[in-house]
């Protein structure tokens, strides 16, 4: 790639975003070959970060009222999903 080329920011967060499949894809696989056990736990065990869990969380702007949020599942199977894709991500010129 010449110095002056550059991906585009769309073409990056579409290669992230098919590296996110990738691991919800690889989190079912493993699911469904490993045992329960320890391993299985480690690869699927899911954090949710985000917002919008509480009751109270409603934005009023007293005509209209309404809810917001937006989570993310972030596993060891989604970080090696999004790496794998980074890595394809060199070879895409």
């Known amino acids: 790639m010449k110095v002056n080329e550059k991906r585009s920011s769309m073409f990056i967060l579409l290669i992230l975003f ?11 696989l493993i ?11 480690f690869f699927l065990t899911s954090h949710s970060i ?4 509480r009751p109270d969380n409603w934005v009023d702007l007293f005509v209209l ?15 090696l999903g999004i790496a794998i894709s ?4 060199r070879y895409f010129k």
């Open 18 to 28: 098919i590296g996110i499949i990738m691991g919800s894809i690889l989190s079912q």
């Open 31 to 41: 699911g469904s070959l490993l045992p329960d056990g320890v391993v299985r736990d």
């Open 50 to 53: 985000g917002w919008g869990m």
């Open 65 to 79: 009222r309404f809810k917001s949020g937006l989570f993310f599942d972030i596993s060891v199977v989604s970080i």
């Open 86 to 89: 980074w890595y394809f991500l």
